[in-house]
């Protein structure tokens, strides 16, 4: 038996804000992937093991992943009406979010808006299906999904993607034509998706339908588990809380054995819609991570459009380039303002002088300095900008000394991947293609939402027609 885990240590970096819950469960072995066992109790998450059939309709095959509110399942239809085996992912809401309100329903205001008939619609992962059920914590909605595979960004080696001398990845670029495509669909249909970032794009997959039990466990092989135990050691086993909790697919090692490239398509799908909204019904917050959010969010709490174009501008760079471009140590607003100056240049006003009142001491008292002009737009920095503050309160520009342009970082080379061993599938960009992808990133990175380019105009930039 392996070391015993404490609940505590089983947050995720995501998680370990959340207030801390002990239900004398524990777990045995690494908990790292995991949900938080916390959340096995009344309100929480359903118990589920494998093997079980949910709705008398979907037998339990493994674990697709986890969210804050949920676990979603893969699953095979075992009923009568199966000619074939089909599988489907089921996504259990913990029952303190399966209320009639619910954000995860939100999802069906795609189907009512038509986007199932649009031409967009294969970049959408809409509902199939939806049942209800009791079980020992409460009662949880169930939606049926179909099965999507890995992250955008990370779905698979790429040597093959390499491109040929004088030629952009054109894979890459492809996948940033379907991203910009979902969201154009979704905005002419009046609706923000609110979290648009690669967490919330998967990569469709094929192959699976057909295939027996025994032949899905060749392909994706054994479920990987982790044993709970109660920490007294005694007592009745608690209804609330399952035998052991499952690891996700691994789709990364589904790659090193092979399988993983016959059942991952080229094709991207957008999911979890639950901070979506109606651009006529705006909301006062977002769950999304800062380094997705636009400075009129962080400054004054404004969203619509402009704000899906900047998470948008965001998944684009991190498609293309491997790596996160607002990319801060700590979710912290000060944090994510001065990457942003670093890269974009100043603020304009009232937000650079009145409404970011931590400026001075992020980024000093002294004259700042915007540094050179790299084409029309925004101002770009080049260097440190003029900084002065007490020694006990160095501006966090100044510890970090990272200040650079886009044009910088692109320079610093593109990835459309990073490899299983750790390492980065550089592809240095040709200097055309550099050049009119930085074009397309000072458009969306407008600090004025109003001047910032739609999703409909970025599909006619000529950077995704090279």
């Given at each position: 038996m392996g070391e015993l885990s404490p609940v505590l240590s089983l947050l995720s970096p995501q998680e370990s804000f959340r207030e801390f819950r002990d239900n004398g469960l524990m777990l045995v072995g690494m908990p790292f992937g995991l949900e938080n066992i916390c959340d096995y109790e009344p309100g929480g998450h359903h118990p589920v093991h494998l093997g079980d059939v949910l709705n008398g309709r979907y037998k339990v095959m493994d674990k697709l992943g986890h969210g804050g509110r949920a676990n979603i399942w893969l699953c095979s239809d075992v009923s009568q009406q199966a000619l074939t085996t089909q599988y489907f992912a089921v996504?259990?809401?913990?029952?303190?979010?399966?209320?009639?309100?619910?954000?995860?329903?939100?999802a069906y205001r795609l189907l009512r808006r038509g986007l199932a008939k649009s031409d967009a619609a294969e970049h959408f992962c809409l509902p199939l299906g939806?049942?209800?059920?009791?079980?020992?914590?409460?009662?949880?909605?169930?939606?049926?999904?179909?099965?999507?595979?890995?992250?955008?960004v990370v779905s698979r080696p790429v040597p093959h993607l390499v491109a040929e001398k004088g030629k952009p990845v054109r894979e890459a670029k492809e996948l940033c034509f379907q991203a910009v495509k979902a969201m154009a669909g979704l905005h002419s249909h009046g609706i923000c998706h609110g979290d648009f970032r690669p967490a919330n794009i998967l990569m469709r997959i094929q192959g699976l339908a057909g295939l027996s039990e025994d032949e899905l466990r060749l392909?994706?092989?054994?479920?990987?588990?982790?044993?709970?135990?109660?920490?007294?050691?005694?007592?009745?086993?608690?209804l609330t809380a399952p035998a052991y909790l499952v690891k996700p697919i691994e789709w990364g090692l589904l790659d090193l054995s092979g399988n993983g490239f016959d059942l991952v398509t080229d094709k991207l799908c957008v999911v979890?819609?639950?901070?979506?909204?109606?651009?006529?019904?705006?909301?006062?917050?977002?769950?999304?991570?800062?380094?997705y959010c636009p400075p009129e969010y962080v400054l004054d709490k404004r969203l619509g459009t402009a704000s899906d174009i900047w998470a948008l501008g965001c998944t684009l760079f991190e498609i293309r380039a491997g790596r996160r471009l607002f990319d801060i140590p700590v979710e912290d607003p000060d944090e994510h303002l001065v990457r942003m100056v670093e890269i974009l240049g100043k603020l304009p006003e009232p937000w650079w002088s009145t409404t970011w009142e931590a400026r001075r001491r992020?980024?000093?008292?002294?004259?700042?300095?915007?540094?050179?002009?790299?084409g029309a737009g925004n101002s770009w920095l080049s260097g440190e900008s003029e900084l002065h503050a007490p020694p006990s309160r160095v501006p966090l520009a100044k510890k970090r000394n990272s200040s650079s342009s886009i044009e910088d970082l692109l320079a610093g080379g593109l990835a459309h991947d990073f490899n299983h061993l750790g390492t980065s599938n550089h592809d240095r960009a040709q200097e055309e293609e550099m050049a009119l992808f930085a074009d397309l990133l000072r458009r969306i990175f407008k600090y004025v939402p109003e001047q910032r380019i739609s999703a409909e105009d970025i599909l006619e930039h000529p950077w995704l027609a090279l």
């Open positions: 996504k259990i809401l913990m029952a303190s979010a399966s209320i009639d309100d619910s954000p995860e329903l939100r939806r049942f209800d059920f009791q079980g020992p914590n409460g009662r949880h909605f169930a939606i049926v999904y179909p099965v999507l595979g890995p992250r955008v392909t994706l092989g054994p479920p990987r588990t982790v044993d709970v135990v109660q920490a007294s050691g005694e007592g009745p086993w608690p979890d819609f639950a901070e979506s909204f109606d651009v006529r019904d705006l909301p006062e917050d977002l769950a999304t991570p800062l380094e992020c980024l000093g008292d002294g004259k700042y300095t915007a540094g050179r002009q790299r």
